[in-house]
Structures are given as C-alpha cells and as structure tokens.
C-alpha cells in the first residue's frame, strides 16, 4: 500500500498527533475550523493546523494530492488510526467530524427524517450555493470581464438565495422558521419575517440578556447541581491554548466581548418586544442541552 506521506510532505504534517487540518482562511477553510471551535468548547477535542498558501498552488503539489486529489483545501487527516486516514470535500469533512466527536449528538438529529433534511441542505449549498457564488467571484474580480459569465451567475447564485428563502420563510409549510432543517422555528427570525415592513432598516439584538461569568456559572449550579469554576487567564495564556493559525484571531474576538462588549452593550427591550414567543434563557438552555448533563 502506496505511503501517504513522502519526503516532501512538511514536517508538521507529516509529525502531526491526532487530527490535523491543512486549510487557509477562505469560505470553505473556515466551515470545518467553526465546526472545530464548536466541537473543542463542547468536548474539549484537540486538532493540530498547516496553512496552505494556495495561491503559490502548495495544494497542486504530489504530496498534497496524495491527501485529497482534488488538490483543494480545506483536508482532515486523522491519525488516531491504524493508517492516517485523509477526509477531503468540507460537507464530508463536517459529517467526519461530528462521527468522530459529537457522542452527544448536539451537532446533529437523532430524528431519521431530520437528519435526512438536514442532509438534504447540506448537499443543497455544496453542489449549489457554493460552486456559483465562487464563480460568480472569479468573474467579477477578473481582469478581464465576461459579461455573459457574471450574469449568468449572479442569477444563479440569487436562484439559490431564493431557494434558502422559500424554506426559511415558511411559504409552503408551518411558518417561519431560522433553520434549514430540523423543528426550530426561530423565534426572532419570525417576528422579523412577519414585521418586515416596520423593522426595515432597524437593527435587531437576538439576544435574551447579557450575562456575567458569576451568571453563567451560577444558573449552570442551579439548573443542574454541578459545581463550576470561573478562572481568568492572560491574553498570551489563552493563545497558548488554541492554534498558532487561529490564536491573534480568537483572542480579538474575545476581547471584542469584553470590551465594547456584546453589541456594544446596546439595550436589548426593543427587540424582545417584537416576540411573539418567550425567548430562550441560559437556563432553559441549560436544562435541555445534553452537554451539561
């Protein structure tokens, strides 16, 4: 069996423990880094990371194509198996993950229909959504223009936009909804759907209440009987936990929470007057979410 390492994979690469992604920081490399931020907050996994600079076409190389012969980023290789296993194409690379990781299956349906729709959307933006809006931006960005190129997918990538919005609006089934699949309505999305005309152009907060650590982790104790602690950490202490790819970027983020604050610390009474349904609290989260049991 033909080795899917060479001498010319990186050293990274090739020394990397546990799951490591080799990404950049496009559309398409930032879905499955989201997925796992999402899956480390909740289980704590761990995953290693090689920026790819695509524009040198690194990608196109022998080593990378033994990876994934498409020679596209963002790949997964696992190496917790017998032989590093190499996932390529995002929607195969998301599934993988949550296979992988999601034992609690909150990133997922239980359901057997909801999991099929929600296989069904996910398919849907991969040979869709995605493929005309990335060409729809080579087009428009080209030195050269093609007119009949741009037009022919702008009204592609807006046919698609369409589609998402017969399904979000509820036009042929029970209302408005924020998910493409699954129960969820969304509450928001709904009072906004249903008040479009005089929430035009205003700007609304979906957020129940601005919460502190103490809070948090207080309504956690209440909600569920387990003792939690909060500890601060440094900025530097905090990168040293991430990796150095997404480190600078995370930190920001956070601080950003920290001070202006989340949106800025702006009142949220206008936009919880617009429900028509009680919002979620911390602790309605808390008591249904399988990660605090």
């Given at each position: ?6 001498n010319e994979?990186p050293q ?9 992604l080799l990404?950049?920081s496009?559309?398409n490399?930032?879905?499955?880094q989201i997925?796992?931020?999402e ?8 995953w ?16 990378y194509?033994?990876?994934n ?10 190496n ?10 995002t929607s ?7 296979k ?10 239980d ?5 099929s729709?929600m296989l069904?959307?996910?398919f849907?933006w991969h040979?869709?959504?995605?493929p005309?809006q ?11 223009k093609?007119?009949m190129?741009i037009?022919?997918?702008r009204n592609e990538?807006?046919r ?5 919005e ?6 042929y ?9 699954g129960?969820g ?5 709904k009072?906004?759907?249903?008040n ?9 907060l ?7 650590p103490?809070?948090?982790l207080?309504t956690v ?16 202490q ?5 990796p150095?790819a ?7 983020n956070h601080?950003f929470?920290e001070?202006?604050?989340y949106y ?5 009474d206008?936009?919880l ?6 919002p979620?609290?911390w602790?309605?989260?808390?008591v249904?979410s399988?990660?605090?049991k």
């Amino acid at each position: 069996m033909a080795e899917i390492y060479t001498n010319e994979t990186p050293q990274e690469v090739k020394e990397a423990k546990g799951l490591h992604l080799l990404t950049q920081s496009t559309p398409n490399g930032q879905k499955v880094q989201i997925m796992l931020e999402e899956l480390a907050a909740v289980y704590g996994s761990t995953w290693t990371t090689t920026l790819i600079d695509i524009s040198t076409n690194e990608q196109k190389k022998d080593w990378y194509l033994r990876l994934n012969p498409n020679g596209r980023i963002p790949t997964i290789v696992d190496n917790t198996k017998e032989r590093p296993f190499s996932v390529m194409e995002t929607s195969a690379e998301l599934l993988y993950l949550v296979k992988k990781f999601d034992k609690d299956g909150l990133f997922t349906f239980d359901d057997e229909l909801e999991y099929s729709q929600m296989l069904q959307w996910l398919f849907f933006w991969h040979g869709s959504g995605a493929p005309y809006q990335g060409q729809l931006g080579f087009f428009s960005r080209a030195a050269e223009k093609v007119p009949m190129a741009i037009e022919r997918f702008r009204n592609e990538t807006l046919r698609v936009f369409g589609v998402l919005e017969i399904q979000l609006s509820g036009r042929y089934s029970d209302g408005p909804r924020e998910y493409l699949a699954g129960a969820g309505k969304g509450k928001f999305v709904k009072a906004i759907i249903k008040n479009s005309r005089k929430l035009n152009g205003k700007q609304i907060l979906a957020a129940t209440a601005y919460y502190t650590p103490k809070e948090i982790l207080s309504t956690v104790f209440e909600a569920t009987g387990k003792s939690t602690h909060f500890a601060s950490v440094t900025p530097e202490q905090y990168k040293s936990f991430l990796p150095e790819a997404i480190a600078e970027e995370m930190l920001e983020n956070h601080l950003f929470v920290e001070k202006p604050g989340y949106y800025n610390g702006a009142e949220l009474d206008e936009s919880l007057s617009i429900l028509e349904d009680k919002p979620t609290t911390w602790k309605d989260f808390v008591v249904k979410s399988g990660a605090f049991k």
